[in-house]
């Protein structure tokens, strides 16, 4: 059984910095693409980062390029967000996922984590 953990999120001002971790463990990941989602309040779910496992290859949404670093630990089996100058609109609930394959990886994934709260203060 896929299991995909987060953890991470909390409060924090407008500026700051959180890094969050989604420990994946139930099958080999070799093949997958791992990436970050986020719900906001009363808004859809949004793609936010992903990382290729095997080759490394990232991806960024508009909104968050260059203030978020995607990463992995593949010892680990983790992939951790790193968020820096974050915002207030970056309040939202994180889901960690993983995606079989590199196609539709900003909209899609085959497994979610249950999802952990950033909260952004102004």
């Known amino acids: 059984q896929v299991q995909l953990v987060e953890s991470g999120g909390g409060l924090v001002q407008a500026g700051g910095s959180l890094r969050l971790s989604c420990a994946a463990s139930?099958?080999?990941?070799?093949?997958?693409?791992m990436g970050w989602f986020r719900q906001g309040p009363g808004k859809e779910r949004e793609f936010v980062a992903a990382?290729?496992?095997?080759?490394?290859?990232?991806y960024y949404a508009n909104s968050v390029k260059g203030r978020f670093t995607i990463s992995r630990d593949n010892a680990k089996n983790t992939v951790y967000l790193q968020m820096n100058r974050l915002k207030p609109e970056d309040t939202a609930v994180y889901y960690c996922?993983?995606?079989?394959?590199?196609?539709?990886?900003?909209?899609?994934?085959?497994?979610w984590g249950q999802g952990t709260l950033v909260t952004v203060s102004s």
């Open positions: 996922s993983a995606k079989l394959g590199i196609v539709g990886l900003t909209t899609a994934a085959d497994y």
């Open positions: 139930g099958r080999t990941f070799s093949s997958y693409t």
């Open positions: 990382l290729s496992w095997r080759g490394g290859s990232t």
